[in-house]
C-alpha cells in the first residue's frame, strides 16, 4: 500500500501562489497516475487536477485551469501542485491521491493522504 504525505498549505492573501507536494512511498511511483481533490467545510471533495504516470498527461478542473499546475518528480517520489491567482474560493483542504494504474481516472483511486488545509484571506 502506498503511503502519501501532503506539504505546503498554509495561509495566503488573494492573488498569492503555493505550492503543495506530496510525497509518497510504498510501490513504484511512476507506475501511478497521481491527482489532487480539495474538499471546503460542509461540502463535498471535488477534483483538482491529475497526471498520468509518466507526467506526459494532465487534467484540470475548470474551476483552476489557468491558475494551477500539475507536475511529478518522479525520480523524487513527489507529486506538486502549484497554485497561482489564489482566491478565496480556493480554500480548502488539499488532498492527494494515487491511483492503481499509469493514466488517471477519478474512479481508480485506492489511497488518499491526510490533506494540507489552504486558506486564502480576501
Known amino acids: 500500500q502506498v503511503q502519501l504525505v501532503e506539504s505546503g498549505g498554509g495561509l495566503v492573501q488573494a492573488g498569492g501562489s503555493l505550492r503543495l507536494s506530496c510525497a509518497a512511498s510504498?510501490?513504484?511511483?511512476?507506475?501511478?497516475?497521481m491527482g489532487w481533490f480539495r474538499q471546503a467545510p460542509g461540502k463535498e471533495r471535488y477534483f483538482v487536477a491529475a497526471i498520468s504516470g509518466s507526467g506526459g498527461t494532465t487534467y484540470y478542473a475548470d474551476s483552476v485551469k489557468g491558475r494551477a499546475t500539475i507536475s511529478r518528480d518522479n525520480a523524487k517520489n513527489t507529486l506538486y501542485l502549484q497554485m497561482d491567482s489564489l482566491k478565496p474560493e480556493d480554500t480548502a483542504v488539499y488532498y492527494c491521491?494515487?491511483?492503481?494504474?499509469?493514466?488517471?481516472?477519478?474512479?481508480?483511486?485506492?489511497?488518499w493522504g491526510q490533506g494540507t488545509q489552504v486558506t486564502v484571506s480576501s
Open positions: 510504498g510501490r513504484t511511483f511512476s507506475s501511478h497516475a
Open positions: 491521491a494515487a491511483t492503481y494504474g499509469r493514466t488517471w481516472s477519478s474512479g481508480n483511486v485506492d489511497c
